[in-house]
T-cell receptor, first 110, second 118 residues
Framework: RKEVEQDPGPFNVPEGATVAFNCTYS??????FFWYRQDCRKEPKLLMS???SGNEDGRFTAQLNRASQYISLLIRDSKLSDSATYLC???????????FGSGTRLLVRP | GAVVSQHPSRVICKSGTSVKIECRSL??????MFWYRQFPKKSLMLMAT?????????EQGVEKDKFLINHASLTLSTLTVTSAHPEDSSFYIC??????????????FGPGTRLTVL
């Protein structure tokens, strides 16, 4: 079983749509959780950290369910510029070791 | 924000040659640098963790004699792919930890180096 699992997509949505991505992780000892965004042939960029209480940053909302080992990302009012691959990331055995999911691809069409 | 650079951004080489990739933290001192590899449509996989002045810690399955890592200063780490073969063709990305506004735990990624071995 992969340490971090994501639906690869692609999710093809119209502008303005709301889209949700899910992710599960296998290591119950993971302490920190993140969503990164990666554009084609570029490095990943931190989108937001994910906290147990849930957190929101503009159109983006992230949720963490430790009991189910499940992380989600909700994007509201999708923009064309949101088209990218979204990577679910958790820490591994140490707080600085990042474990990446293989990403969910989002395509926002006009 | 913290900036990490990588050089070269792209390299094409013949099988059997060695390739050196540099990773630099431009505006902060990186206590730890990380090297990742990403194959097409796959996740980033951590290859090794490098602390300044000490030997790198390699992940399981990564050959330390093939992927030589040097971290001689707090702003520079290098990855040398020795005797490269076509199966080493990949996107190599470094990250550096330390100096971010959100604390020392945030990792800042370089733009990556695309290696193609013919």
């Amino acid at each position: 079983r992969k340490e971090v699992e994501q639906d690869p997509g692609p999710f093809n949505v119209p502008e303005g749509a709301t889209v949700a991505f899910n992710c599960t992780y296998s290591n119950s000892a993971s302490q920190s959780f993140f969503w990164y965004r990666q554009d084609c042939r570029k490095e990943p960029k931190l989108l937001m950290s994910v906290y147990s209480s849930g957190n929101e940053d503009g159109r983006f909302t992230a949720q963490l369910n430790r009991a189910s080992q499940y992380i989600s990302l909700l994007i509201r009012d999708s923009k064309l510029s949101d088209s990218a691959t979204y990577l679910c990331v958790v820490t591994g055995d140490s707080s600085y070791k990042l474990i990446f999911g293989s990403g969910t691809r989002l395509l926002v069409r006009p | 924000g913290a900036v990490v650079s990588q050089h070269p951004s792209r390299v094409i080489c013949k099988s059997g040659t060695s390739v050196k990739i540099e990773c630099r933290s431009l505006d902060f001192q990186a206590t730890t640098m990380f090297w990742y590899r990403q194959f097409p449509k796959k996740s980033l996989m951590l290859m090794a963790t490098s602390n300044e002045g000490s030997k790198a810690t390699y992940e399981q399955g990564v050959e330390k004699d093939k992927f030589l890592i040097n971290h001689a200063s707090l702003t520079l780490s290098t990855l040398t792919v020795t005797s490269a073969h076509p199966e080493d063709s990949s996107f190599y990305i470094c990250s550096a930890r330390g100096g971010g506004t959100s604390g020392d735990n945030e990792q800042f990624f370089g733009p990556g180096t695309r290696l193609t071995v013919l």
